[in-house]
């Protein structure tokens, strides 16, 4: 079975603080995704990589940055940590275009 | 870029009743129509899927419906059960196949 693991399933940071959402894949999956998971919204893409080293903007990349220096591991960065980035963060590999994903368990972060 | 609209937000139903989930998208170009399963406290889960060469698929109390020139898709449930209560997404994949766009997710709750 594909399993995408998520570093911590909650988190509570402090505004202006800088954090890291961890991702690892075990399929060797090419793609990889961070999501946003919010009521009413779905779910709304932030960042994507197709390969090693390589990212695209999603929808809502604004305060975010990604980092995949390896296959299997795909970072999500915050930069400076804001309230308006409490959210479900969801972590998602497929294998190559136009195949199902994959999704982690989920971060659970809150900002205060 | 893609926008996937879904309906309804929330839906309620008796066990034993069908459920039906209608999802409309914007891209022609999209060619692949994946579905989720949420449950409370886990990541999505595909369910079914179906691409655009094929206008109906069926996995046991579960279909796919695709109506192309209409670009709508819909899920059907039948004989639900209690724990059909979830939360599902439709999603379409983009023009590049890189990405998924998904709708804002339907809250099923089934009644015993």
């Known amino acids: 079975d594909v399993k995408v693991t998520q570093s911590s399933r909650y988190l509570v940071k402090r505004t202006g603080e800088k954090v890291f959402l961890e991702c690892v894949q075990d399929m060797d999956h090419e793609n990889m995704f961070w999501y946003r998971q919010d009521p009413g919204l779905g779910l709304r893409l932030i960042y994507f990589s197709y390969d090693v080293k390589m990212k695209e903007k999603g929808d809502i990349p604004e305060g975010y940055s990604v980092s995949r220096e390896k296959k299997e591991r795909f970072s999500l960065i915050l930069e400076s940590a804001s309230t308006n980035q409490t959210s479900m963060y969801l972590c998602?590999?497929?294998?190559?275009?136009?195949?199902?994903?994959?999704f982690g368990q989920g971060t659970r972060l809150t900002v205060v | 870029g893609e926008n996937v609209e879904q309906h309804p937000s929330t839906l309620s139903v008796q066990e034993g009743d069908s459920a039906v989930i209608k999802c409309t998208y914007s891209?022609?170009?999209?060619?692949?129509f994946p579905w989720y399963k949420q449950e409370l406290g886990k990541g999505p889960q595909l369910i079914i899927d179906i691409r655009s060469n094929v206008g109906e698929k069926k996995d046991q109390r579960i279909a796919v419906t695709l109506n192309k020139t209409a670009k709508h898709f819909s899920l059907h449930i039948t004989e639900t059960q209690p724990e059909d209560s979830a939360v599902y997404f439709c999603a379409a994949n983009s023009n590049t196949g890189n990405q998924f766009y998904f709708g804002t997710g339907t809250s099923l709750t089934v009644i015993p």
């Open positions: 891209d022609s170009a999209s060619n692949y």
């Open positions: 998602a590999s497929s294998p190559r275009r136009n195949t199902e994903a994959f």
